[in-house]
Structure formats: C-alpha cells, structure tokens
T-cell receptor, first 114, second 113 residues
Framework: SAVISQKPSRDICQRGTSLTIQCQVD?????MFWYRQQPGQSLTLIAT?????????ESGFVIDKFPISRPNLTFSTLTVSNMSPEDSSIYLC???????????FGAGTRLSVL | GENVEQHPSTLSVQEGDSAVIKCTYS??????FPWYKQELGKGPQLIID?????GEKKDQRIAVTLNKTAKHFSLHITETQPEDSAVYFC????????????FGQGTILTVHP
C-alpha cells in the first residue's frame, strides 16, 4: 500500500482567492494524480503529474485554473485558482504503486468556497 | 473515451444478506477493473480488482465477476455487516494508460443491523 498525506484536510475560502493543496507520499513514485469529487458525485481525473515535466490535464481542466507542481518523486501540489462556489469539492491525490500499478488515494481536501 | 455506468445508486440490505453492485463500461480496450470503498470523510480504498484475463476473483466475503463480451462487471458482498456501509465505486482503465481510471457514479450501501 502507500501512505499519502494531504494538507489541508479541509478549508473554507472566499471567492476570488486561491488555495494550494499539498500531497506527500511515503516513498518515491513516478506518477501522481489529482482528482475532483463534487458533492455526492463520483471522482473525475483533473491531471496527471510526472516529476520533471508539465502535468497532463484532462478535458475540461486547464493549467491556469489548476496549476500543479511536482518538484520531486514524493511531493506534489495542486492550486485551485480564483475560486468560485462551483469549486467546492473534495480534491484527492493518488499514486500508482507496485508491479500491478494499483492506485492508492489520500484522504482528500474538503474545500468550501463562499 | 471510456464511460462507466454503475447501478444501483443506493442499496439497502439487512445484516447477513448479500449485496450486488453492477457496472458496465464502453471501451472494449479496458482491461483493469478495480472497486473502491469510500467511508465518510475518507479517501477511496481499494477492496478488490480484476483484470481481463480473469473471469472471477474472491477475497473472503467479497467477489468480483467480469464478462468481457458483455462489457460488465459486478461486485458481490456476502454476509453483509454494518461496517460494510459506505459508498462503493467501480472503475475501469487500460493498464497501459498510466492510472487513468474512469469511475462509475457510486453506490451508497446501507447495511441495517
């Protein structure tokens, strides 16, 4: 398995501001992923983050809104920029690990935008 | 792209009964199908997965079946317990797609004591 720590665990923010979410893994991984889970909904992949290269964004998500950093093999950040109430969601970090490439998730960051 | 449909959206059972959740997928190239359990306030946890070279897999009270021809797979939980109450998500991906999981809509399972 993998130990994944996300900070903050929750936050309440004002519209127009930005929040940076941190994800720390207990050992080196090649690929880290960021998902969004809107209230009562399923998980949607925002982007894939590889160390040393720009993140790859899924359709409907753009770098200006969700900039991602991946400075090393155990850490990544996701910033939610210029927030609006529609950005209120759970943001989840995940990593792929092991010979079977199983994906493990952090506990998530619960974001409310007023 | 891949589309995963999951049913039912809610499922209520009595303790000791069985629960079955079904998913269908659209992309015949998908070959990896994990199931995740998400408890309140927590991230999803993998409970079982199956790959396309296998038709069924069991782990104690949990089993998953896969029908590649029909493009559907199911989660079976036997002898349910109150602690099985959670949201369950199915997902699909191609193993070579570097972790790009497409999730179903989720099933809220409630097990009544």
């Amino acid at each position: 398995s993998a130990v994944i720590s996300q900070k903050p665990s929750r936050d309440i923010c004002q519209r127009g501001t930005s929040l940076t979410i941190q994800c720390q893994v207990d050992s080196q991984v090649t690929m880290m992923f960021w998902y969004r889970q809107q209230p009562g909904q399923s998980l949607t992949l925002i982007a894939t983050a590889n160390q040393g290269s720009e993140a790859t964004y899924e359709s409907g998500f753009v770098i200006d809104k969700f900039p991602i950093s991946r400075p090393n093999l155990t850490f990544s950040t996701l910033t939610v920029s210029n927030m609006s109430p529609e950005d209120s969601s759970i943001y989840l970090c995940s990593v792929e690990r092991g010979p079977e490439n199983i994906q493990y998730f952090g506990a998530g960051t619960r974001l409310s935008v007023l | 792209g891949e589309n995963v449909e999951q049913h039912p959206s809610t499922l209520s059972v009595q303790e000791g009964d069985s629960a079955v959740i079904k998913c269908t997928y659209s992309d015949s190239a998908s070959n990896y199908f994990p199931w995740y359990k998400q408890e309140l306030g927590k991230g999803p946890q993998l409970i079982i997965d199956i790959r396309s070279n296998v038709g069924e897999k069991k782990d104690q009270r949990i089993a998953v079946t896969l029908n590649k021809t029909a493009k559907h797979f199911s989660l079976h939980i036997t002898e349910t317990q109150p602690e099985d109450s959670a949201v369950y998500f199915c997902a699909a991906s191609m193993i070579t797609s570097y972790g790009k999981l497409t999730f179903g809509q989720g099933t809220i399972l409630t097990v009544h004591p």
